[in-house]
T-cell receptor, first 109, second 114 residues
């Protein structure tokens, strides 16, 4: 079992839909990260959070430390949101990231 | 430059050859990380530098892999006697404060071992 698990692996939505991607982890963490990766492109950090909720534009990230679970929400999705979304955690013993396998999101017009 | 840069962007080599991959972190970032991403998978940690020293090299798969950061800025990942299984995208990231700051990723080097 991976230390960081994401669901779903693939997600297809219609433009305008509300999207949720889930992440569960099994280790102690100091922070959780949501990252975005476009095809052939680099990785961009969306959020780094250790508690509660953060919002940036149409993106919202929440974390429940007790349940070891985080969600990434996209409101009013757009085709340009199509990308791989990756959940990663920073453990308590160091700053290296442990990654989930990613969620491939496709938003159709 | 404004971001993390990596060179080359693509590298094709033959099995058994030696390769070097370079990472230029954001100026002033003391922490530097190397990750490897195979097709369809999330990245995997290789090594982390704090300044010039390797603070955590537990992700290096075997002794064919080695990385240096002699002046605390640019880092080079070196792979000896390359194997086909080494084919992947090698990602570099840097951060200002490894405990509190996000990591900024470079575009990666796609390594193909024929």
């Amino acid at each position: 079992k991976n230390e960081v698990e994401q669901s779903p692996q693939n997600l297809t939505a219609q433009e305008g839909e509300f999207i949720t991607i889930n992440c569960s982890y099994s280790v102690g963490i100091s922070a959780l990260h949501w990252l975005q990766q476009h095809p052939g492109g680099g990785i961009v950090s969306l959020f780094m959070l250790s508690s509660g909720k953060k919002k940036h534009g149409r993106l919202i990230a929440t974390i429940n430390i007790q349940e070891k679970h985080s969600s990434l929400h996209i409101t009013a999705s757009h085709p340009r949101d199509s990308a791989v979304y990756i959940c990663a955690v920073t453990g308590t013993s160091g700053s290296r990231l442990t990654f989930g396998e990613g969620t491939q999101l496709t938003v159709n017009p | 430059g404004a971001g993390v840069s990596q060179t080359p962007s693509n590298k094709v080599t033959e099995k058994g050859k030696y390769v070097e991959l370079r990472c230029d972190p954001i100026s002033g970032h003391t922490a530097l990380y190397w990750y490897r991403q195979s097709l369809g998978q999330g990245p995997e940690f290789l090594i982390y530098f704090q300044g010039t020293g390797a603070a955590d090299d537990s992700g290096l798969p075997n002794d064919r892999f080695f990385a240096v950061r002699p002046e605390g800025s640019v880092s080079t990942l070196k792979i000896q006697r390359t194997e086909r299984g080494d084919s992947a995208v090698y990602l570099c990231a840097s951060s200002l404060n490894p405990d509190t700051d996000t990591q900024y990723f470079g575009p990666g080097t796609r390594l193909t071992v024929l």
